[in-house]
């Protein structure tokens, strides 16, 4: 382990204001959304983690809503396990987190407003939970607490479920120019007055770079093997694996580290000459904003394409999101996020990039 902290750099998501700061409960990170790939020899590996402000979880909802509708006497045969419950169980889970004292807390969904593209999972969740969605402007702080303005006046908030990024939630503590949070938030979370979730920094655990090292990461603090790989990740900061990288562009997949969303990608059998060559500069010139894994032969799933007159059952490449809830206890899904990438050949699943999605069945025994 002391070998990964001297390789290992501070990516852009370190947070040196939380030095020395106690999180409620010590939860850093109360939803998460891992993403997993099925190899073509039938074993599962984590793709990468997302722990900063994971989504997709309303497709998996509505998804399950719509085949439950269509196909309800399939539906019902199969003994599927029910996901609907998931946003109560993130409503206790955020409750669990309240601080000391409340215990009825006033919980808030804050969002960065209808412009952004996650915006009907903001709403649907909010709506599900039967709590308000705020913006930045919809909140005030005074004495380190955070009230929400309403009709009535203001109305003290203890709990936070946050889909704005560290960045844009507080302009005296981070960046001066946001218009998306509220001025003294972080004083009022250092305070202790009001929780976040998921924690400030925590965008950290979602760097590329520091995702090769969580297998050392289990091994050192729990003692333990990891029971699902990762996929094989070549850091480019090391001499050795960065020449293997640049010598192979056309074979691997390379990724900024700090991107999301199949930005700041490679694939280098789909890639042009072009395409390799600037991302061989842009190593060159800063080899710690990557990484480069393996291209892989993953899983694909049947998919209808075309449209009514021209119809056809395709295969497409799908990987699976599950997510998990951490407040007084750790609560696992039995369901998750399939995601699909729709254009042919593509193995990118991202809906940013033109994925799809499907609702995940899991079985009762």
Not at 172 to 188: Q, T
Not at 294 to 313: E, K, N, V
Request: include cysteine.
């Amino acid at each position: 382990m002391a070998r990964c902290r001297a390789k290992l750099s501070i990516g852009r998501h370190f947070r040196r204001e939380m030095r020395g700061l106690q999180v409620p409960r010590n939860v850093y990170i109360a939803v998460t959304g891992t993403d997993l790939l099925r190899l073509n020899d039938g074993s599962f590996v984590v793709l990468e983690d997302n722990l900063r402000v994971p989504s997709g979880v309303s497709y998996m909802l509505t998804s399950r809503r719509v085949m439950k509708r269509i196909f309800p006497q399939l539906y019902g045969a199969y003994g599927v396990r029910p996901i609907d419950h998931y946003t109560q169980l993130l409503l206790s889970t955020l409750r669990s987190l309240a601080p000391e004292g409340r215990p009825e807390p006033t919980i808030v969904l804050l969002t960065p407003g209808v412009y952004n593209s996650a915006y009907f999972e903001h709403t649907y969740l909010a709506r599900q939970m039967g709590i308000e969605l705020v913006e930045g402007r919809d909140l005030v702080t005074h004495d380190n607490f955070v009230y929400m303005r309403t009709t009535a006046g203001l109305k003290r908030i203890d709990v936070i479920y946050r889909r704005v990024d560290d960045d844009f939630i507080d302009p005296l503590a981070f960046r001066s120019d946001s218009i998306l949070g509220a001025a003294g938030l972080f004083n009022a979370y250092r305070a202790g007055n009001v929780t976040l979730a998921n924690a400030f920094g925590t965008g950290l655990a979602d760097d590329k770079a520091l995702y090769a090292y969580v297998p050392a990461i289990i091994r050192y603090y729990l003692g333990e093997e990891p029971i699902l790989n990762n996929v094989e990740t070549f850091l480019l900061t090391d001499p050795v694996q960065r020449q293997h990288v640049l010598a192979n562009l056309d074979k691997l997949v390379v990724k900024a580290v700090g991107e999301s969303g199949g930005y700041g990608m490679l694939i280098g059998p789909h890639s042009s000459a072009e395409q390799r060559e600037d991302f061989r500069r842009k190593i060159e010139e800063n080899p710690r904003n990557y990484i480069a894994q393996p291209t892989l032969d993953f899983s694909r799933a049947p998919c209808l394409m075309g449209g009514p007159a021209s119809a056809s059952i395709e295969p497409r490449h799908v990987d699976l999101r599950p997510y998990i809830l951490f407040g007084d206890k750790v609560q696992i899904v039995p369901g998750g996020l399939t995601r699909v990438a729709l254009r042919k050949g593509s193995l990118v699943v991202n809906s940013s990039q033109g994925g799809g999605s499907k609702d995940t069945w899991v079985l009762n025994d």
